[in-house]
């Protein structure tokens, strides 16, 4: 009877650890549409490449951030704009472009999650220069200069819940992939333009449940542009932004493509600012378990090994649901690291 | 005082209540009753809700609006994108103008108001909700759709729903949504701006404010707002079905009524049940009680009673609402044209909300009752000294002019209702001063050698003093039902004296399209309605044709007339608007108006020269002659003059167009009077149920007296009366209390009816009819609730034990 159970217990083990779980939903597709294509070779130019790409059908600014009170207690929010460029018929009311931003506060035990929509163009959406400015209504990100730091963010995600953090950043702007050309699958159908700043030092406030903290920590910044990607082939993806507590700074990645195995690429980050690209063969990227939440099956534990930083991790979530409700419903949140090297980061999984 | 003593203290006062269980019963039916309206109320009521806003985005239902001050700066969409960055982003940029559209598939045109709401910012939301899935970007901006009710994609008859704007040629499926404006197409904004159309061509002409503000957001608002714009309250019958808007109030203040006819119906027991105990907690007095702890002992004894009668209330209220459902769905759907939801009522919040309310409104009432024993506990209670004939007055003069205050000053709908509520107090204090003086006159007038009347008056006087709570119940109950029946007659009335003039023609034609009249047959006049949605004033207005001779002259009622109106009229200078039209706008005749003429052949400025009821309907209207119109704003209906009969016509437009309908005037007018009379059946009903349990109270107090009349009964038993007699006698007691009670109630109730036609109706729906007081109604009233006394009487009477054990009795 035990022998039985034992094979039992050991088919249901096994059928959840070989049964790969990937994306299905497209999370941007637009398969209708047109935009400008990412192409090898073009240089990225800053502060010019900080702002707006309205011929790309798709376009992220992305705000995270890892963040402790005084007393240590972990937190963790984010921000991000997106641009979709929609081909529909010319308005006088607005441009062609779409934004929609996303706003996320976590504490252990608080969700807080709000997102919004508006139009381009209308005056209350949009990213500016000189001074850069990354806006939805009242969500503002505002530097003082073209510069994307020193800034401010502000956000009010409800009643409840808001945070208005000062940002500085004390390294340089990492260029991901090939100088900026940062392919996302194996026959480079699928590609995008990508850097991302990882040296930011956060410090300010936020109130969350009605409490008001005061927090400090790490931030990271990524922006990415794409037409490529805003098709129903490219089915979601799993990222990650590592902060090690020994200054140095890992992105990584699994893209998931229709009938294609995950394409693995990242980036190592010194705590200099070097960065060197790692192919698949530098590094292992895989999840150890998988966690129900709703009707989502989900990898919210993983292992990254690096072996030439001498880097074998375990990636775990810092509270289980970290799960964005909204219209496009995705998993980000607060990792923690442990094994070989500590520290904090940030998780992405989409298409799930 | 300890734990103990809290204990022990309850516990007797449990074994009291078992001992004499009729007075906590009926604070625990009174409880029980109240929990179970109410929460049917609520259930019922919010199953109509949710069956309007599953029908549509109840977003677009906006309660504020900012507008322009004057029509010379209207809101840019500088305005709109400057507030939302300030974080009001509950505020929706719209434009509506009106429109020439036609079918995608056909030529035929309209010009219809087209609403432009932009629509991406509604996507937002906060994370306590899980919106439904979207997964294509295009599917949900690029989606060229259009919100419009049935009535309205009816009227535009495009074989497949789908419309073009004429100007920039975009084109629309039409999707049908009660909760649309009326005679709108609603249409996302960056569809509408499309060249020609632009902000500068089209400005916005409203920024709606999607959720409520609250004091202090509004403030901030205000502060904001830039000096063209200013904030103001949408009136919202324009946009939300007033049937509906109308069954809801009329529920809730069913239920409020039963609430309050029960809480009244508490304190009264409360009051006889503590008189009974006097004598037992005196001796818990004796014995060491304090009397905070008997007082606390009280209300956890009356908190037991709450949190099981009220859970018993809330059980039965949601089996009610869920055996109704069929009922009501269908009622909705028939009557309203609108969904009603069965809901899955959330019972854990329902009794946590239920018990709340309970113990804060037994904590209320106890308040009296307890203040009352409490002094009967300290110090040997003494009669206090009736008041005299002249503070009796003057407290009657003070509580008419507090009617007459609340009244005059009422200048909103919430206004009215508390005008309500202070008529139907100072009523009870009304009954309270001069019931038991009105009874005395009465025994006064008798001679002194009917001994026995002279007993049951003097009796019911008595009576009247220790039952005042529950006989305030029952005035209510009957003031309600009073008002009730005579604003419900008076609009009947007004109704079918309105409808039979104005359908003056002996026949109605329903098309979709056209019919050539001169192909009708001999002594066939045909009158087609036109109709074309215009701005008065800034604001929507239906402009309708109406044919300045006889016989329909005669037929328009009006309730103000300039002189010369129908040559006014006739000649183009002159308007008639419907009631709604100028109270929405403060118009009054011989005022003038602007009218947006741009689709009409009328000057933009027009005189006043009529204002007509037109009751039940929730739109603004006016009427102009035929001239101003053109053949295309047909409104799809004829009036046909003729003194042919039906078949005859009907074989003619048989030919013409088959799927146009022909009725006669009178089944029209039959069947509008049936729609009326179902509208109220499910208020009656309440009203009924109101009644009978302020009857049923108020019989179950007066019989709890009168167990405590036992030795009277038994001395008169002993000085030969038999014992019929004495029954007779009590049911006189108790007839002459509820006959009393009518008397006090009419006035009331007729003053209340003005009040709900007046005021209520004036200010939640924009239309008042005149009151008509009609005896029958009075009267039917009077004996309904003399028919329900009666019909409980039998039941106490018949159980009078006129012979009692002594040795039995409380010694007090």
Same mark, same amino acid.
């Given at each position: 009877?035990?022998?039985?159970?034992?094979?039992?217990?050991?088919?249901?083990?096994?059928?959840?650890?070989?049964?790969?779980?990937?994306?299905?939903?497209?999370?941007?597709?637009?398969?209708?549409?047109?935009?400008?294509?990412?192409?090898?070779?073009?240089?990225?130019?800053?502060?010019?490449?900080?702002?707006?790409?309205?011929?790309?059908?798709?376009?992220?600014?992305?705000?995270?951030?890892?963040?402790?009170?005084?007393?240590?207690?972990?937190?963790?929010?984010?921000?991000?704009?997106?641009?979709?460029?929609?081909?529909?018929?010319?308005?006088?009311?607005?441009?062609?472009?779409?934004?929609?931003?996303?706003?996320?506060?976590?504490?252990?035990?608080?969700?807080?999650?709000?997102?919004?929509?508006?139009?381009?163009?209308?005056?209350?959406?949009?990213?500016?220069?000189?001074?850069?400015?990354?806006?939805?209504?009242?969500?503002?990100?505002?530097?003082?200069?073209?510069?994307?730091?020193?800034?401010?963010?502000?956000?009010?995600?409800?009643?409840?819940?808001?945070?208005?953090?000062?940002?500085?950043?004390?390294?340089?702007?990492?260029?991901?992939?090939?100088?900026?050309?940062?392919?996302?699958?194996?026959?480079?159908?699928?590609?995008?333009?990508?850097?991302?700043?990882?040296?930011?030092?956060?410090?300010?406030?936020?109130?969350?449940?009605?409490?008001?903290?005061?927090?400090?920590?790490?931030?990271?910044?990524?922006?990415?542009?794409?037409?490529?990607?805003?098709?129903?082939?490219?089915?979601?993806?799993?990222?990650?932004?590592?902060?090690?507590?020994?200054?140095?700074?890992?992105?990584?990645?699994?893209?998931?493509?229709?009938?294609?195995?995950?394409?693995?690429?990242?980036?190592?980050?010194?705590?200099?600012?070097?960065?060197?690209?790692?192919?698949?063969?530098?590094?292992?990227?895989?999840?150890?378990?998988?966690?129900?939440?709703?009707?989502?099956?989900?990898?919210?534990?993983?292992?990254?090994?690096?072996?030439?930083?001498?880097?074998?991790?375990?990636?775990?979530?810092?509270?289980?649901?970290?799960?964005?409700?909204?219209?496009?419903?995705?998993?980000?949140?607060?990792?923690?690291?442990?094994?070989?090297?500590?520290?904090?980061?940030?998780?992405?999984?989409?298409?799930? | 005082?300890?734990?103990?003593?809290?204990?022990?203290?309850?516990?007797?006062?449990?074994?009291?209540?078992?001992?004499?269980?009729?007075?906590?019963?009926?604070?625990?039916?009174?409880?029980?009753?109240?929990?179970?309206?109410?929460?049917?109320?609520?259930?019922?009521?919010?199953?109509?809700?949710?069956?309007?806003?599953?029908?549509?985005?109840?977003?677009?239902?906006?309660?504020?609006?900012?507008? /322009?001050?004057?029509?010379?700066?209207?809101?840019?969409?500088?305005?709109?994108?400057?507030?939302?960055?300030?974080?009001?982003?509950?505020?929706?940029?719209?434009?509506?103008?009106?429109?020439?559209?036609?079918?995608?598939?056909?030529?035929?045109?309209?010009?219809?108001?087209?609403?432009?709401?932009?629509?991406?910012?509604?996507?937002?939301?906060?994370?306590?909700?899980?919106?439904?899935?979207?997964?294509?970007?295009?599917?949900?901006?690029?989606?060229?759709?259009?919100?419009?009710?049935?009535?309205?994609?009816?009227?535009?008859?495009?074989?497949?729903?789908?419309?073009?704007?004429?100007?920039?040629?975009?084109?629309?499926?039409?999707?049908?949504?009660?909760?649309?404006?009326?005679?709108?197409?609603?249409?996302?904004?960056?569809?509408?701006?499309? /060249?020609?159309?632009?902000?500068?061509?089209?400005?916005?002409?409203?920024?709606?404010?999607?959720?409520?503000?609250?004091?202090?957001?509004?403030?901030?608002?205000?502060?904001?707002?830039? &000096?063209?714009?200013?904030?103001?309250?949408? !009136?919202?019958?324009?946009?939300?079905?007033?049937?509906?808007?109308?069954?809801?109030?009329?529920?809730?203040?069913?239920?409020?009524?039963?609430?309050?006819?029960?809480?009244?119906?508490?304190?009264?027991?409360?009051?006889?049940?503590?008189?009974?105990?006097?004598?037992?907690?005196?001796?818990?007095?004796?014995?060491?009680?304090?009397?905070?702890?008997?007082?606390?002992?009280?209300?956890?004894?009356?908190?037991?009673?709450?949190?099981?009668?009220?859970?018993?209330?809330?059980?039965?209220?949601?089996?009610?609402?869920?055996?109704?459902?069929?009922?009501?769905?269908?009622?909705?759907?028939?009557?309203?044209?609108?969904?009603?939801?069965?809901?899955?009522?959330?019972?854990?919040?329902?009794?946590?909300?239920?018990?709340?309310?309970?113990?804060?409104?037994?904590?209320?009432?106890?308040?009296?009752?307890?203040?009352?024993?409490?002094?009967?506990?300290?110090?040997?209670?003494?009669?206090?000294?009736?008041?005299?004939?002249?503070?009796?007055?003057?407290?009657?003069?003070?509580?008419?002019?507090?009617?007459?205050?609340?009244?005059?000053?009422?200048?909103?709908?919430?206004?009215?209702?508390?005008?309500?509520?202070?008529?139907?107090?100072?009523?009870?204090?009304?009954?309270?001063?001069?019931?038991?003086?009105?009874?005395?006159?009465?025994?006064?007038?008798?001679?002194?050698?009917?001994?026995?009347?002279?007993?049951?008056?003097?009796?019911?006087?008595?009576?009247?003093?220790?039952?005042?709570?529950?006989?305030?119940?029952?005035?209510?109950?009957?003031?309600?039902?009073?008002?009730?029946?005579?604003?419900?007659?008076?609009?009947?009335?007004?109704?079918?004296?309105?409808?039979?003039?104005?359908?003056?023609?002996?026949?109605?034609?329903?098309?979709?399209?056209?019919?050539?009249?001169?192909? /009708?047959?001999?002594?066939?006049?045909?009158?087609?309605?036109?109709?074309?949605?215009?701005?008065?004033?800034?604001?929507?207005?239906?402009?309708?044709?109406?044919?300045?001779?006889?016989?329909?002259?005669?037929?328009?009622?009006?309730?103000?007339?300039?002189?010369?109106?129908?040559?006014?009229?006739?000649?183009?200078?002159?308007?008639?608007?419907?009631?709604?039209?100028?109270?929405?706008?403060?118009?009054?005749?011989?005022?003038?108006?602007?009218?947006?003429?741009?689709?009409?052949?009328?000057?933009?400025?027009?005189?006043?020269?009529?204002?007509?009821?037109?009751?039940?309907?929730?739109?603004?209207?006016?009427?102009?002659?035929?001239?101003?119109?053109?053949? !295309?704003?047909?409104?799809?209906?004829? &009036?046909?003059?003729?003194?042919?009969?039906?078949?005859?016509?009907?074989?003619?437009?048989?030919?013409?167009?088959?799927?146009?309908?022909?009725? /006669?005037?009178?089944?029209?007018?039959?069947?509008?009077?049936?729609?009326?009379?179902?509208?109220?059946?499910?208020?009656?009903?309440?009203?009924?149920?109101?009644?009978?349990?302020?009857?049923?109270?108020?019989?179950?107090?007066?019989?709890?007296?009168?167990?405590?009349?036992?030795?009277?009964?038994?001395?008169?038993?002993?000085?030969?009366?038999?014992?019929?007699?004495?029954?007779?006698?009590?049911?006189?007691?108790?007839?002459?209390?509820?006959?009393?009670?009518?008397?006090?109630?009419?006035?009331?109730?007729?003053?209340?009816?003005?009040?709900?036609?007046?005021?209520?109706?004036?200010?939640?729906?924009?239309?008042?009819?005149?009151?008509?007081?009609?005896?029958?109604?009075?009267?039917?009233?009077?004996? &309904?609730?003399?028919?329900?006394?009666?019909?409980?009487?039998?039941?106490?009477?018949?159980?009078?034990?006129?012979?009692?054990?002594?040795?039995?009795?409380?010694?007090?």
């Amino acid at each position: 009877m035990k022998k039985w159970l034992a094979v039992m217990v050991l088919l249901l083990v096994g059928c959840v650890d070989n049964t790969p779980i990937a994306p299905t939903q497209s999370l941007f597709a637009n398969n209708d549409s047109e935009g400008a294509a990412v192409t090898k070779g073009m240089a990225l130019q800053f502060p010019q490449d900080h702002g707006a790409h309205e011929a790309c059908q798709l376009e992220w600014w992305y705000l995270t951030f890892v963040l402790e009170d005084e007393n240590n207690t972990p937190y963790a929010a984010q921000f991000t704009l997106f641009r979709f460029l929609d081909s529909g018929d010319p308005s006088t009311w607005s441009s062609a472009q779409l934004y929609m931003a996303h706003g996320a506060l976590h504490s252990q035990d608080h969700h807080a999650f709000s997102e919004r929509f508006a139009r381009g163009e209308v005056g209350n959406a949009g990213v500016t220069m000189s001074p850069f400015s990354a806006f939805l209504d009242d969500w503002v990100w505002q530097s003082q200069s073209a510069e994307l730091f020193p800034s401010t963010l502000t956000m009010k995600l409800n009643n409840t819940a808001s945070l208005s953090l000062s940002m500085e950043s004390n390294g340089p702007l990492i260029r991901h992939g090939d100088s900026g050309y940062s392919v996302k699958s194996a026959d480079g159908r699928f590609r995008s333009y990508y850097y991302s700043q990882p040296f930011i030092r956060v410090t300010g406030e936020l109130t969350l449940n009605n409490k008001r903290l005061t927090v400090s920590g790490n931030g990271w910044f990524d922006h990415e542009w794409t037409s490529e990607l805003a098709n129903d082939s490219a089915l979601g993806w799993d990222w990650f932004s590592l902060h090690l507590d020994n200054g140095d700074k890992v992105m990584a990645f699994r893209m998931h493509v229709d009938d294609q195995p995950p394409h693995i690429t990242g980036t190592y980050i010194s705590k200099e600012g070097k960065s060197r690209t790692l192919p698949a063969s530098a590094f292992t990227l895989a999840p150890v378990s998988s966690t129900q939440l709703g009707d989502k099956t989900l990898p919210l534990h993983w292992r990254m090994t690096i072996p030439e930083e001498g880097i074998d991790i375990l990636l775990r979530p810092f509270k289980t649901d970290q799960l964005n409700r909204g219209r496009f419903t995705y998993y980000e949140g607060r990792i923690e690291i442990s094994g070989s090297h500590s520290g904090a980061g940030f998780m992405e999984l989409t298409g799930y | 005082m300890t734990a103990r003593t809290l204990w022990l203290s309850t516990q007797a006062l449990l074994a009291m209540a078992g001992k004499r269980p009729w007075e906590p019963l009926l604070v625990a039916l009174s409880i029980m009753l109240a929990a179970g309206g109410l929460t049917a109320v609520t259930l019922i009521n919010e199953g109509a809700l949710q069956g309007e806003l599953a029908q549509a985005d109840s977003r677009l239902s906006a309660t504020d609006t900012i507008v /322009a001050v004057t029509d010379k700066a209207p809101p840019t969409q500088s305005d709109y994108a400057r507030l939302r960055r300030l974080g009001f982003t509950g505020i929706i940029a719209s434009a509506t103008h009106p429109m020439t559209v036609q079918c995608a598939s056909a030529n035929s045109k309209n010009t219809v108001f087209v609403t432009a709401v932009d629509s991406i910012p509604l996507l937002g939301h906060e994370t306590s909700k899980t919106p439904s899935p979207v997964n294509n970007t295009a599917a949900t901006f690029g989606a060229a759709l259009a919100q419009a009710t049935p009535a309205t994609i009816a009227k535009l008859n495009c074989p497949d729903n789908r419309v073009t704007l004429v100007d920039t040629t975009s084109t629309f499926q039409l999707h049908a949504t009660s909760a649309a404006p009326k005679n709108r197409i609603v249409i996302d904004i960056a569809a509408f701006y499309r /060249a020609p159309v632009t902000p500068e061509t089209h400005p916005l002409t409203a920024l709606l404010l999607t959720s409520a503000l609250t004091s202090f957001e509004r403030n901030r608002l205000e502060q904001q707002l830039p &000096a063209h714009l200013k904030l103001q309250t949408t !009136q919202q019958s324009t946009d939300v079905g007033t049937l509906s808007a109308s069954f809801r109030l009329n529920l809730w203040a069913m239920g409020m009524l039963m609430a309050v006819v029960c809480a009244f119906v508490i304190v009264n027991a409360l009051h006889l049940m503590y008189r009974a105990r006097l004598a037992n907690l005196i001796r818990l007095r004796q014995l060491g009680v304090g009397l905070s702890a008997l007082s606390l002992a009280l209300m956890t004894e009356m908190l037991i009673y709450g949190a099981v009668a009220s859970t018993a209330g809330v059980l039965g209220g949601a089996w009610l609402t869920r055996e109704l459902t069929p009922t009501l769905a269908v009622t909705f759907s028939s009557l309203f044209n609108l969904n009603y939801s069965s809901l899955d009522p959330q019972l854990w919040s329902l009794l946590a909300t239920s018990n709340l309310i309970t113990f804060g409104g037994i904590l209320l009432t106890m308040a009296a009752p307890l203040w009352r024993l409490r002094s009967q506990l300290q110090i040997k209670p003494a009669d206090s000294a009736p008041l005299s004939l002249a503070a009796k007055l003057l407290i009657t003069l003070a509580i008419v002019l507090a009617c007459m205050l609340a009244i005059y000053v009422t200048a909103t709908q919430t206004q009215a209702l508390i005008a309500v509520v202070i008529i139907l107090l100072g009523g009870c204090g009304v009954v309270l001063l001069w019931l038991p003086p009105l009874l005395y006159s009465l025994r006064k007038l008798l001679p002194a050698s009917l001994a026995l009347t002279q007993w049951s008056i003097a009796s019911a006087c008595q009576l009247s003093g220790r039952t005042r709570l529950a006989v305030c119940a029952f005035f209510i109950a009957l003031t309600a039902n009073t008002g009730m029946n005579v604003m419900v007659d008076s609009f009947r009335l007004a109704t079918e004296s309105w409808i039979s003039q104005r359908l003056t023609a002996s026949y109605y034609i329903y098309s979709g399209d056209t019919i050539d009249a001169m192909s /009708a047959p001999d002594d066939v006049q045909l009158f087609p309605g036109r109709q074309q949605d215009t701005m008065v004033n800034g604001q929507p207005v239906s402009a309708r044709v109406y044919y300045p001779r006889s016989p329909f002259t005669d037929a328009l009622q009006f309730d103000v007339l300039a002189d010369n109106a129908w040559q006014r009229y006739e000649s183009g200078t002159g308007v008639f608007i419907n009631q709604q039209l100028a109270f929405r706008q403060s118009l009054q005749v011989e005022d003038a108006l602007t009218l947006d003429n741009s689709n009409l052949n009328a000057p933009s400025s027009l005189t006043v020269v009529g204002i007509y009821p037109d009751y039940g309907n929730p739109d603004s209207q006016l009427f102009l002659p035929p001239a101003a119109f053109t053949p !295309q704003q047909f409104a799809n209906v004829y &009036a046909v003059l003729s003194t042919q009969s039906l078949p005859v016509i009907r074989d003619w437009l048989s030919q013409q167009a088959p799927d146009a309908q022909i009725y /006669a005037r009178d089944a029209l007018i039959t069947g509008s009077m049936e729609t009326f009379d179902n509208t109220f059946i499910v208020t009656d009903a309440l009203n009924l149920a109101t009644l009978l349990v302020a009857g049923i109270s108020f019989l179950l107090s007066v019989s709890l007296v009168v167990l405590d009349m036992r030795q009277s009964l038994s001395l008169l038993r002993s000085l030969g009366v038999k014992t019929p007699k004495l029954k007779f006698s009590l049911a006189c007691q108790y007839l002459l209390l509820c006959a009393g009670t009518v008397v006090l109630a009419l006035p009331f109730g007729v003053l209340l009816a003005w009040v709900f036609v007046n005021q209520v109706n004036r200010f939640a729906f924009s239309w008042v009819y005149p009151l008509q007081i009609n005896p029958e109604v009075l009267l039917g009233s009077a004996l &309904a609730s003399m028919f329900v006394v009666s019909l409980f009487l039998l039941i106490p009477i018949g159980k009078v034990q006129a012979r009692l054990d002594l040795r039995n009795e409380v010694a007090l």
